[in-house]
């Protein structure tokens, strides 16, 4: 009756050991890193990388515990904070020659110190919040108003385009703040360039009158089009922000919308705020340009000869010299996305480009003229260019829709891809609010928070074991499993964990030995209608379950709101709320009820069961356990 299979048995030790395993990366705290992270879009951070590295320590004495390299960035870890800036200043000299051109993000982190074999199996802590850790916390303003200026300048040029390709003349088309003025000679011209902005502007609203001898029409953007622009604005802020601060290694940071024109920006554990700053106001720009293909232009990519004049010299991604012109065909204003790809005819790694209108009728003249050329594509960031990649023209391309590919592996095809959809910022942006939390103030938390979960477990396993003995302990040692699963589904989640999310531990303790208190009740009443010990256990565990099935429902609906419609602290105790609801249901009836099998479903003529004093209908009580007929 009350016995359990092998299977059930080998499911619980299965799920202890992979509890411990990934709760155990937890216990082992943080040391300072020295992290090296790729500067520009042409410099990759490799293996040979890792090496000039590990080289450049070692010359200078420093030895650092573990170097690792997962992909994205090199990690030294060391013992103090001091090897730490020692170690920063060493790998600075060696990889940046030049510190006004720096290729390389040097920064200042905070890694596990998890040893390499449980790194091996992907068990890692799980990551800490900015009150937790310490870290930075940023309030950025977008200028909306220069988001809409912006957009004003881009239709103008469109309406100029336009208005040419349907022969339409006019007197002039100027901007007057974020409203384009076009002004014609006669009343015909007028009402022929009114037709063209219905048909081809919806998102402007135009107006016109007399100005003089002639007709001023002025076209302002819609209300509605207006914020259709602030908030691709602000969405496209906020990936570009997220793109640049993956350079830092942050591990979770938080980027979020406050309001309709604020970006809020969390940086938990990072240690240089002074390059955070200067990354996260980093601006980058995207230009199309012709190579100049010239005697004098090859001559002057050998190094044999000056550039000539008009043109101007940058380095390829390979570092081979590549000499462009200065006249600026297209500008990342006119890219509307990015994506990567493959060529249809060679199935070599490309990169789809959108253009605007504007952009689409410029590019479809310029590579009609230019078949066979090859053009270059430049990013632009702190003032000093780089060709990102410089393919051959091989026929007109109109539609807006552009292939880039030729010399690039799918790694770099997204990379690229990556950067001119999101290299430079939609609007600019100011820090408006900047707050700093020392991880002094983060240890106290994390102290504060741990105490106070232990307390509580204590108490509650120190009550239950009072009230119902043996029961009871088994109930404590359901409760200590239902907290390591839920650390290790966390860790193993790698979710962030936050004061509210301690918070939901301690209340996930409390739902949980609900459920123990539950079954001992039920067990109870089974004894005190006089059913045998073993029949007890089996009905109190059997119909318990239902109620705690109802209850935990209820209240993981209660979690999953929390979890789809709140934002910040709320959501990191909704994650916790509802994983430590799930583990409960495991720990309270399957892994407990596991428990009390071992210990009495082996026993034939079990006479009584340790779960406290059984009041009887009669007024008798048994003392220190519940007596039962012999089944």
């Known amino acids: 009756m009350n016995r359990y299979p092998v299977w059930k048995y080998v499911i619980i030790v299965i799920a202890l050991l992979m509890g411990a395993l990934y709760t155990l990366p937890n216990f082992f705290g943080e040391a300072p890193a020295v992290q090296i992270s790729s500067g520009k879009a042409t410099v990759k951070v490799d293996s040979t990388t890792q090496t000039r590295v590990e080289q450049a ?41 030049d510190p006004t051109d720096p290729s390389y993000v040097v920064a200042l982190n905070l890694v596990s110190r998890s040893p390499a074999w449980l790194s091996s199996l992907n068990a890692f802590p799980m990551y800490l919040g900015l009150d937790l850790r310490g870290g930075v916390h940023f309030m950025l303003q977008v200028d909306m108003q220069a988001a809409l200026t912006k957009k004003a300048e881009s239709l103008a040029g469109d309406i100029r385009s336009s208005l040419r390709d349907k022969s339409i003349r006019h007197s002039g088309i100027s901007r007057n703040g974020q409203a384009v003025e076009v002004r014609f000679r006669d009343s015909q011209t007028l009402a022929d360039a009114k037709k063209v902005f219905l048909d081809q502007f919806p998102d402007l609203q135009t107006v016109d009158a007399p100005d003089g001898v002639e007709y001023k029409l002025t076209a302002t953007i819609k209300p509605e089009a207006a914020r259709k622009v602030q908030e691709q604005a602000l969405k ?55 190579v100049d293909e010239g005697t004098e232009a090859r001559s002057a990519e050998s190094g044999s000869g000056p550039v000539p004049f008009g043109s101007e010299r940058y380095l390829e991604r390979s570092g081979a010299p590549v000499i462009v012109k200065k006249q600026v065909i297209l500008s990342g204003e006119n890219l509307t996305d990015a ?81 001119l959809r999101a290299g430079s910022l939609a609007a600019p942006m100011e820090i408006i609010e900047e707050r700093t939390i020392g991880p002094t103030l983060g240890a106290e938390n994390i102290a504060k928070g741990f105490n106070s979960v232990i307390a509580g477990f204590c108490v509650i396993v120190v009550f239950m074991a009072i009230y119902y003995m043996l029961f009871g302990l088994i109930s404590g040692i359901a409760l200590a499993v239902n907290l390591l699963l839920l650390v290790a589904v966390l860790s193993m989640l790698q979710a ?60 993981l ?55 406290g004093t059984v009041w009887r209908p009669d007024g008798q009580a048994g003392n220190g356990s519940a007596v039962a007929k012999t089944e």
């Not at 089974?526 to 029949?535: I, K, N, T, V």
């Not at 009495?600 to 779960?611: D, T």
Request: proline fraction near 3%.
């Open 57 to 97: 320590l070692k010359a200078a004495g420093l030895t650092p515990n573990l170097i690792t390299y997962d992909g994205n960035a090199i990690k030294a870890r060391f013992d103090s904070t001091d090897l730490q800036y020692k170690a920063r200043d060493v790998v600075q000299r060696a990889l940046i020659p």
């Open 236 to 290: 496209q802020n906020m990936l570009t922000l997220h793109n640049r601060i993956n350079e830092l290694g942050v591990a979770e940071p938080v980027i979020q919308q406050q309001g309709l024109d604020r970006i809020v920006v969390q940086l938990p554990g990072i240690q240089d705020v002074g390059r955070a700053k200067a990354l996260i106001g980093r601006t980058a720009t995207l230009e199309v340009r012709m």
């Open 339 to 419: 994506q990567p790809g493959f060529d249809t005819q060679t199935q070599e790694a490309a990169v789809h480009l959108t253009l605007d209108a504007k952009g689409a009728r410029i590019f479809k003249d310029i590579t009609r003229e230019n078949v066979g050329k090859r053009m270059a594509i430049l990013l632009f960031e702190k003032g000093r260019g780089e060709v990102v990649t410089a393919p051959v023209i091989r026929g007109e391309i109109g539609g807006g829709r552009v292939q880039i590919s030729g010399r690039m592996s799918s790694v770099e095809a997204n990379d690229t891809a990556l950067l």
């Open 496 to 555: 962030t964990l936050t004061l509210p999310g301690m918070a939901a531990m301690a209340l996930a303790l409390g739902m949980a030995i609900d459920s123990n208190v539950l079954i001992n009740e039920r067990v109870r009443e089974e004894l005190r209608s006089g059913a045998s010990a073993q029949a007890a256990i089996n009905v109190g565990y059997d119909r318990a379950w239902h109620t705690i099935l109802d209850s935990n429902v209820t209240t």
């Open 557 to 611: 609906i209660a979690g999953l709101a929390l979890l789809a419609f709140g934002s910040g602290p709320v959501r990191g105790f909704a994650v916790v709320h509802c994983i430590g609801i799930l583990t409960s249901m495991f720990s309270a009836v399957f892994f407990s009820r596991g428990l009390v099998n071992l210990w009495y479903g082996r026993q034939k003529k079990l006479k009584s069961v340790s779960i």
